[in-house]
T-cell receptor, first 114, second 113 residues
Framework: KAGVTQTPRYLIKTRGQQVTLSCSPI?????VSWYQQTPGQGLQFLFE???????NKGNFPGRFSGRQFSNSRSEMNVSTLELGDSALYLC?????????????FGEGSRLTVL | AQTVTQSQPEMSVQEAETVTLSCTYD???????LFWYKQPPSRQMILVIR??????QNATENRFSVNFQKAAKSFSLKISDSQLGDAAMYFC??????????FGTGTSLTVIP
């Protein structure tokens, strides 16, 4: 079974630009969540999607948005990039049974904002 | 929002020895789930161990075990017989019944040969 796939793996943008990151979950997984990882801050929760609906949202500004498609693939978008947005963005999928289960992570998309 | 605290940014252990990583969390809920995840250098994060709050028995997975103290809101990870492959960043995570995860800031574990 293929794992969680994130694209692109690396990207460099300049301040003010926007970026779109993609995540393909494990087949059969309907829950996709996104995290921002920075040194010293750990993983900060961005949002979670389940069956194309945003179910949970973290404390990030509106510049951060996401969506999920009918095949469970998800994208996140960051508009008007700032230097502080430089981070590793991780996507995770899960089966989301009744009890919270294991998150399966992708390798991440490393964003550098210059 | 729930908070997860890992007070040890870095830890080191001699190969074959035992090390304990600390984690505390803050919640007013009685039903929740706790996890330890491992992120090896430049590799994907993977699950190490999971604990349901309603279970009093501490979870164990081979060389990995937890000490879950619900009243103290403490969830430490013990790694026995440490191996070089255990070197990684370890994250403690809390998950509520709404499937929202909260992660700590991580502990970087070095294994000394």
């Amino acid at each position: 079974k293929a794992g969680v796939t994130q694209t692109p793996r690396y990207l460099i943008k300049t301040r003010g630009q926007q970026v779109t990151l993609s995540c393909s979950p494990i087949s059969g997984h309907r829950s996709v969540s996104w995290y921002q990882q920075t040194p010293g801050q750990g993983l900060q929760f961005l949002f979670e999607y389940f069956s194309e609906t945003q179910r949970n949202k973290g404390n990030f500004p509106g510049r951060f948005s996401g969506r999920q498609f009918s095949n469970s693939r998800s994208e996140m978008n960051v508009s008007t990039l700032e230097l502080g947005d430089s981070a590793l963005y991780l996507c995770a999928s899960s089966l989301n049974t009744r009890a919270p289960g294991e998150l399966f992570f992708g390798e991440g998309s490393r964003l550098t904002v210059l | 929002a729930q908070t997860v605290t890992q007070s040890q940014p870095e830890m080191s252990v001699q190969e074959a020895e035992t090390v304990t990583l600390s984690c505390t969390y803050d919640t007013s809920e009685s039903d929740y789930y706790l996890f330890w995840y491992k992120q090896p250098p430049s590799r994907q994060m993977i699950l190490v161990i999971r604990q349901e709050a309603y279970k009093q028995q501490n979870a164990t997975e081979n060389r990995f075990s937890v000490n879950f103290q619900k009243a103290a809101k403490s969830f430490s990870l013990k790694i026995s017989d440490s191996q070089l492959g255990d070197a990684a960043m370890y994250f403690c995570a809390y998950c509520d019944t709404g499937n929202q995860f909260y992660f700590g800031t991580g502990t970087s574990l070095t294994v000394i040969p």
